[in-house]
């Protein structure tokens, strides 16, 4: 029987030999998503080996929010292994479609990785965890009322954010806390009713981005860890208002300490037992 590649999947091996000429690197093994304050992760992991424009690869664009870079680099880590970070997320509220969301992770996918982490920054719905805190995804709530998938594409979510990750992660610090991340459409941020009923939902964070592109890693068959750095509480869970430059500045304070934590969390990734 003919195997037929959607146009999504085409686009994705397109952007991934496009990466492994731009790069001289063949395959790549990791998939690392660094958002809001974990840019510095990317300098700690390992030796750079090219740094691309994002706009060079098929079906990646510019990157139109301030603290998100637009290039996509190619790093060797120091067992040899090599991470794809890819500096030029799209989020669903640039209106660019769900194909545009998936498209990182699944060129991340065509280049070979098998394992995706994925970092946001976030808001929390839970009264002790401030600024600062760093939180394992465990599961999410999609509240997108959109797929990044398309067809009848039946993919599993029970295990979408691995347990052998997870444990791995606690090795590092046993202290994390692991809580559910409820993906909004935003762009603008909740209102207090709509936090309180994501908490009534069982969402500990609330975010925009990581939901959607957890389900196309895992649609491709990817391991994920998900990792949210919370930089405010939730509308309605602290007193006054949020605003970008305060979530910018929690993320530049918390981002040595977190970047550290992720670049330990990867040192210690088995590559052979998936
Ligand atoms: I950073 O409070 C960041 N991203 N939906 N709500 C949602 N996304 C966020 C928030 C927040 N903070």
Redesign the pocket.
């Known amino acids: 029987m003919e195997r037929t590649i959607s146009p999504a999947r085409r686009l994705a091996e397109e952007a991934a030999a496009v990466i492994a000429e731009k790069t001289g690197v063949p395959t790549h093994d990791l998939s690392l998503t660094l958002?809001?304050?974990w840019g510095g992760a990317a300098a700690l992991i390992g030796k750079k080996i090219a740094e691309i424009p994002a706009y060079e690869i098929p079906g990646f664009m510019k990157s139109g929010v301030p603290g998100h870079t637009g290039t996509i680099t190619s790093i060797e880590l120091p067992n040899g292994r090599h991470a794809l970070v890819l500096g030029a997320r799209t989020h669903y509220y640039e209106g660019r479609g769900v194909r545009a969301v998936a498209h990182g992770i699944r060129t991340a996918a065509a280049t070979g990785a098998r394992i995706a982490i994925l970092t946001?920054?976030?808001?929390?719905t839970v009264p002790d965890w401030g600024p600062g805190t760093v939180v394992l995804i465990r599961d999410h709530i999609n509240l997108t009322a959109a797929s990044p998938l398309e067809g009848a594409t039946f993919v599993d979510m029970t295990n979408a954010y691995s347990q052998r990750l997870r444990d791995l992660a606690h090795t590092v610090d046993r202290d994390l806390p692991e809580g559910v991340y409820?993906?909004?459409p935003?762009p603008h941020?909740?209102t207090p009713a709509e936090?309180k009923m994501a908490r009534i939902l069982g969402a500990d964070l609330?975010?925009?981005?990581t939901a959607l592109e957890t389900i196309a890693a895992r649609e491709a068959g990817m391991e994920v860890l998900g990792l949210s750095?919370?930089?405010?509480?939730?509308?309605g869970i602290a007193p006054g208002a949020?605003n970008?430059a305060e979530?910018l500045e929690?993320?530049r304070q918390a981002g040595a300490r977190i970047s550290h934590l992720l670049a330990t969390i990867i040192s210690t990734i088995d590559f052979d037992k998936e």
């Open positions: 958002g809001s304050g946001n920054g976030c808001g929390s409820a993906q909004f935003g941020y909740e936090v609330v975010g925009m981005s750095l919370v930089t405010n509480h939730a509308a949020l970008h979530v929690a993320g």
